[in-house]
């Protein structure tokens, strides 16, 4: 079955600090690949995708790389802001899957 | 406007009772989902509507009923209130039929369930 593997938090940083946080993912197929941001009392807001192999997504300053080579799709930015405090899930759906099958959640905080 | 709205933001109940989630979604989507988050933030799918049909009923048990009236509203509706299903509760809907892996889920604000 899918499943989706994130590098455990929390995680911690300073302003302006780099931040990467990892994420695998096991899917046969050719799965589209998520990051999801859930703010502090709030849902879930889609922050980038992509859909093929050696696409990029990119959004707010983040990106991630579809990696198929080594079923990975890492999370970067190159300077945080306080306002990234937050957490980001890793997702997969699949073509008929009807569900996004998520990582377990890496919560950041950035220390002004 | 809201894009997805959940009533109630928060829902403290005894054990046993039963208790009924809202979801709506002004976009238009044909698909609407609900997700379960535990206290460890993990997230998983419970149900996949598509067109007021159930696509996916994710081994949930037969204690949650969800139902859509048409295609713009999914409830969910749980009787015998157990501890465990202390829970946020989030609804989700996306625009096409769920066939295509690259739709976007656009994701209510969660209901706050806690069992006492």
């Known amino acids: 079955g899918n499943s989706v593997t994130q590098m455990e938090g929390p995680v911690t940083l300073s302003e302006e600090a780099f931040l990467t946080i990892n994420c695998t993912y096991t899917?046969?197929?050719?799965?589209?690949l998520f990051w999801y941001v859930q703010y502090p009392g709030e849902g879930l807001q889609l922050l980038l995708k992509?859909?093929?192999?050696?696409d990029k997504g990119s959004n707010k300053g983040f990106e991630a790389t579809y990696r198929k080579e080594t079923t990975s799709f890492h999370l970067e930015k190159g300077s945080v802001q306080v306002s990234d405090s937050a957490v980001y899930f890793c997702a997969l759906s699949r073509s008929n899957d009807y569900k996004l099958s998520f990582g377990a959640g890496t919560t950041v905080t950035v220390r002004a | 406007d809201t894009a997805v709205s959940q009533t109630p933001k928060y829902l403290v109940t005894q054990m046993g009772n039963d208790k009924s989630i809202k979801c709506e979604q002004n976009?238009?989507?044909?698909?609407m989902y609900w997700y379960k988050q535990d206290s460890k933030k993990f997230l998983k799918i419970m149900f996949s509507?598509?067109?007021?049909?159930?696509?996916i009923n994710e081994t949930v048990p037969n204690r949650f009923s969800p139902k859509s009236p048409d295609k713009a509203h999914l409830n969910l509706h749980i009787n015998s209130l157990e501890l465990g299903d202390s829970a946020v509760y989030f609804c989700?809907?996306?625009?096409?039929?769920?066939?295509?892996?690259?739709?976007?889920?656009?994701f209510g604000p969660g209901t706050r369930l806690t069992v006492l």
């Open positions: 899917a046969t197929g050719y799965p589209s």
């Open positions: 509507y598509n067109n007021k049909e159930l696509i």
């Open positions: 992509a859909t093929k192999a050696d």
């Open positions: 976009l238009g989507h044909d698909t």
């Open positions: 989700a809907s996306s625009q096409t039929t769920g066939r295509t892996s690259s739709d976007t889920q656009y």
